[in-house]
């Protein structure tokens, strides 16, 4: 009797190919998107995950407050923390010194909740049965495995010295360059380490540009030098396992505006509020709390032409116990002991600046 032969299938599922395996600090979207940490955990749910890799992020500043070195602070801490390279330019004539006021990541819920466990005693003892049966180095081992995707950041904690010392950060002062020649060769330097691949991907890299046309550089009147750089940055970006993160004041003209924005994957854009704005006040919950708005105009599309659909465009800037970066949607205080309901306008507040005594 003839062997029975096995019926297949082109609608099998292929169970050789396993689900490719990510270093820390990334996070597998669909579509195949992987996500790299924002640094800030309402960002990153805002954002559908975080910043996709191979994507340009752009944040319009604000010429009242420099919230967008929130942003940057994290952005930056976040890869650090993670062990990920950074490339950071500034106009400054030191940037590196700006690395001494990267925030430190705060204690995980983990942590905390551990410290109030009136039961610890009886956990410590539980762990040391495990240690007897599994041994303590693959106990340790699981412990070094853990790595957060995204931590909550103390502002008012510098970061381990350790961690900016590394030897993956690369800074650039962009104050004394005639061109824009010596940076675009930085950043081609850099990306080359992190060459897009099907495969697994065991780290990726964060490019942070602070203040791009600022008037202290030589080229900030070049404006279709530096919209040049953004096309030949973006190019670079998308075809690497990186993010990169330009911020710009409000120097340029309308048309090129416009253009930088078209170029950003993801745009952003914060704004100060005034600090005795009585109407505001009213209107909106919390108010006291606030240090200034962020707005979505762009999330990036990668691997998709699906749009994503927001809560909200415009959040509220808040520093929790004047230490931890919080961002909420806006809500109409409660009239007449209703409830509060969305409130996601883009636009109407003072362009006065409420900083109040905030360390940036």
Known sequence: MAAAKTRTSTFSRNLSTAAPSHGPGLKCGPNGTVFLSSGIPDLDKILGGGFPLGSLVMVMEDAEAPHHMLLLRNFMAQGLV?????????????????????????????????????????????AWQYKKYLGESQLDGQRDSKHEYSNEFDLRKPLE?????????????????????????????????????????????????????????????????????????????????????????????????????????????????????????????????MVGFLNVHKVARINTQVPVILEATTFSIKLQKRRYLVLECLNQAPVDGSSGTSYGTSGGWSSSSKTGNLDF
Not at 222 to 247: G, H, P, Q
Request: net charge neutral.
């Open 161 to 289: 010295r350790h961690f900016i010392n590394g030897p993956r950060i690369d800074c650039v002062s962009i104050q004394d360059c005639p061109d824009l020649s010596t940076l675009r060769d930085r950043c081609a330097t850099f990306l080359s380490q992190f060459p897009r691949n099907d495969g697994s991907i065991s780290c990726a890299g964060r490019i942070a540009i602070q203040s791009f046309c600022a008037p202290q550089c030589a080229y900030s009147n070049m404006e279709w030098d530096m919209l040049s750089f953004i096309r030949y940055l973006k190019s670079m970006v998308r075809s690497s396992n990186s993010v990169a993160i330009i911020t710009f004041p409000p120097l340029l003209s309308p048309s090129f505006c416009k253009r930088w924005q078209h170029m950003a994957d993801t745009l952003l854009s914060v704004k100060a509020i005034q600090d005795e704005d009585k109407e505001l006040a009213q209107l909106l919950t919390g108010y006291q709390d």
């Open 82 to 126: 993670l062990g990920q390279p950074l490339l950071y330019s500034s106009p400054a004539r030191d940037p590196r010194g700006f690395l001494g006021t990267l925030p430190s990541p705060a204690a995980s819920k983990d942590d905390k909740s551990r410290e109030r466990d009136p039961d610890q005693e009886k956990g410590l003892r539980i």
